[in-house]
């Protein structure tokens, strides 16, 4: 229809042109339209850039892309070394200020205009549900809600249901490392032991579902999770460049996301319908219990429409789901990958490792939390890990409500000079 349309139009310049009678005026008005179009681009390219931090220049249309030549994570660091921590380089359709130290980080998200998300077609195919892609009110009320539940829950290191969370992980690593053990000296892929394991710790805060390794459904379910990021990596250039949406591989992976999107989704519903059934107010068994619980009493308390911002609860839980599982599933499964390597690689630190566990904890039983103070260099070589394989190196996107360029020179001014 495009190409159509474009062909239709280039014809009827042709002929306008070969009408003597009228190119003149034809001329006129097409250097009008370039010069006003090229006035109007530089205007706005020099109001948007006279108050951003400094930055590498990039190439019209493109911008920085067409000089990626590495991780994207990697030219990112060598870039904020060369102009600083807070930076700005335009990727081609989009400006992006990047900040790169964890006190600027933390003073810049406490400010409300820093609580928003960029306006793609992931994050309208989400449509402001969950938590990692929401903002504003919404993003305050659900972070702050799930902190609550987490902490009951025992996610934090204090709290009354810190018991529950180190009974629900032993029980995986048990069964994990039994597995394992059954297996003898025989070759195994550990990714798959490691994602049943630390999904079932999830789903278990989450919904009270344990899945085995080797269950179709959970299969299932962590292929389309898995199919989804890889979909969500091909289509990312087409938020930096729209027209690459006219290209049919961008197509079947837009349709396919939204495809295997539907199906997840219906897989959640049977989660939460299963919930309700079996609610009890008294018994809060986990986060969809709990979330389960807050509708009804929003209910009661006729504050329904105040709730998720008035959005739909059902899709709230599912979203919820989904981002619990995504965001605590693959970081800790490629984060104990990565110490699997290292320890291989390092056999000295392994050992050093099993000696202060063999000592402190003993072989009898199952390190824990109150261990930490005691195991020093267990807790370097983890720390060493994550700073060495950065499972999440670039952070969730983020953006602002309004325009913040001189407060990002103000923090650039406050941290780095
Ligand atoms: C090695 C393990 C982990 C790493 C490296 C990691 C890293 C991160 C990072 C970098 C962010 C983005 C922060 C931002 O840009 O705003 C994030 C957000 C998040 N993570 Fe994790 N994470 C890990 C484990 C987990 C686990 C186990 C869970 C849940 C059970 C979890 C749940 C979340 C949630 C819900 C968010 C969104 C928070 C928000 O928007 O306020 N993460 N994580």
Known sequence: MIVWSLGRLATWMLHLIIDTSCSESLWTTL????????????????????????????????????????????????????????????????????????????????????????????????????IINTEGKMWKEQRRFLHERLRHFGMKHMGDGREKMENRIMIEVYQMITELADKKSAPVELGSYLSSAVSNVICSLLMSVRFRHDDPKFIRFTNLIDDGFKLFTVTAAAGFIPILKLLPAFNYAFNKIRQNFGEISNFYQEIVDDHKRSFDANNIRDIIDGYILEIQNAKEEGRSEQLFNGKNGDRQMQQIIGDMFSAGTETVKTTLQWATVFALREPHMQARVQEELDRVVTRFRMPMLDDLPNLPYTEAFMLEVMRRATAVPLGTTHSTSRSVSGFCLKLRAKFEF
């Open 31 to 130: 250097l009008f339209v370039v010069v006003a179009w090229l006035a109007s681009y530089l205007w706005r390219w020099w109001r948007t850039s006279r108050n951003l931090p400094p930055g590498p220049y990039g190439y019209p249309i493109v911008g920085y892309l067409m000089r990626i030549k590495r991780e994207f994570h990697e030219e990112l660091t060598a870039l904020s070394r060369k102009f600083g921590s807070v930076f700005s380089v335009r990727l081609g359709s989009e400006l992006i200020v990047v900040l790169s130290d964890h006190k600027i980080i933390r003073e810049a998200f406490r400010r409300e205009e820093f609580a928003c998300r960029p306006d793609n077609d992931f994050m309208k195919l989400l449509d402001g549900y969950g």
